[in-house]
């Protein structure tokens, strides 16, 4: 099930999916985002759907912004309407401003609390065009906003996602600090984590020194603490 799909708190299934092989994942390298990306970069159609498969990945929301702004340019270009695309553009920046760099309450990443959130939720999440506004959307870039003021007009006010909703974050953050005090890191994945110092445990010790050194990287990157 995709991120955009999901309505239940496991996502481990999801998260793994997401992981190639050689980093400790379930991904194979048809499903895996990265390489449907990388093979469709020409293809702004199919680059679009595979950033698509890679959300709640901070590339694969940029990735589905660039895509998306390819075939804005490209319907321009042919003096035809690219109202359905910029719209397309305006939800996934809405989206990704359901974030932060840094959840301090958590001291983790903002991205180890997104990635825990069911993305069905935040996908029925309301707004508005003219209460969210473009300003605070990291996505969004100038000429994107002076497109949408065109179509849509000036609204009325800027906000984000996280703004509006702060008290969803804020419950995620709760669970995500509960789980890590009574099980540890352990209790976040589907893999045998003690710690996050403790990175020979997890994995066995008849897999290869390569893939211990990639596993080891992602992991660490993981649990960094900005």
Excluded: C
Excluded at 13 to 32: C, L, N, Q, V, Y
Excluded at 193 to 222: G, Y
């Amino acid at each position: 099930m995709s991120w955009l799909e999901e309505k239940t708190d496991d996502v481990n299934i999801r998260i793994m999916g997401g992981i190639h092989p050689s980093m400790g994942g379930t991904a194979t390298d048809e499903d895996f985002w990265l390489v449907a990306l990388n093979e469709n970069k020409s293809d702004p159609i199919k680059r679009y759907e595979a950033a698509l498969k890679g959300l709640p990945y901070p590339g694969a929301f940029r990735e589905a912004a660039l895509a998306l702004r390819a075939l804005i340019r490209e319907k321009a270009k042919a003096k035809e309407s690219y109202e359905d695309e910029l719209a397309a553009l305006y939800k996934i920046a809405v989206w990704q401003s359901f974030s932060m760099q840094r959840s301090e309450r958590a001291q983790t990443p903002g991205f180890s609390i997104l990635e825990r959130i069911p993305g069905g939720l935040i996908t029925e999440l309301e707004y508005e065009y003219q209460t969210m506004g473009y300003e605070k959307l990291e996505l969004v870039n100038k000429t994107d906003a002076k497109r949408m003021v065109e179509l849509w007009g000036e609204p009325k006010s800027h906000s984000t996602l996280l703004e509006a909703y702060s008290s969803l974050w804020k419950e995620y953050e709760d669970k995500f600090i509960h789980i890590v005090k009574t099980k540890g890191y352990s209790g976040l994945y589907d893999i045998k984590i003690e710690q996050p110092n403790n990175l020979n445990s997890m994995v066995s010790d008849n897999e290869e020194l390569n893939t211990k050194s990639k596993f080891k990287t992602f992991i660490s990157r993981v649990f960094k603490r900005k």
